[in-house]
């Protein structure tokens, strides 16, 4: 997901760049600067009020600002760039976005999960990862009983030594990528 996100970025980059240098021959820099402004404030004030944790407030904060200042460059310059075809090129943007992708992953694994095991063995590599995901999902659910969450910690230990066992040197890799972020979501 790294990988997309860092390629979604650079798209992301480099189609706002061009809405830019649309935008500023029609609009003006001054005008265009203001509405990215006004819509960053806007966008801030949304994170803040949508944030859950009171303490951690700045990430959707600057997600929201950045967020509707890139949406409102690419609102006002892109039909300028490319004219009617910028309405695809929005959707095509706004639905490949990681946010987005994220979530419809979230939703495809709660719909098809792979159920819980004491024998993570007879599972595919694929199937384990997708049950490691989906036992962590599980146990941040809101309201998840204490009994629940023990069993899911005993069940993620056993798909842990599996992984291991099937890949003993790239574990210490797989685990440095994926603990970092289960532990940025608390």
């Not at 004219?83 to 706004?94: H, K, M, N, R, Y």
């Amino acid at each position: 997901m790294r990988t997309y996100r860092t390629c979604w970025g650079f798209t992301a980059i480099l189609v706002t760049a061009v809405a830019v240098v649309a935008a500023v021959p029609s609009v003006g820099v001054g005008p265009l600067l203001a509405e990215t402004v006004a819509l960053a404030i806007l966008g801030l004030t949304f994170g803040v009020a949508w944030s859950v944790d009171g303490q951690r407030w700045w990430r959707p904060a600057r997600q929201g600002a950045t967020w509707f200042a890139l949406g409102g460059i690419l609102v006002i310059g892109l039909p300028e760039a490319i004219g009617a075809w910028s309405i695809p090129v929005l959707v095509l943007i706004g639905s490949s976005a990681p946010v987005v992708v994220e979530q419809a992953n979230r939703y495809w694994r709660a719909r098809r999960p792979v159920k819980a095991t004491d024998h993570p063995e007879k599972l595919s590599d694929r199937d384990l990862m997708r049950r490691w995901r989906s036992s962590y999902d599980e146990m941040r659910r809101q309201g998840c009983p204490a009994t629940d969450v023990l069993r899911l910690v005993q069940e993620r230990s056993l798909l842990l030594d599996e992984v291991e066992r099937r890949d003993p040197a790239g574990f210490e890799q797989w685990l440095e990528r994926v603990a970092p972020r289960e532990t940025q979501d608390r």
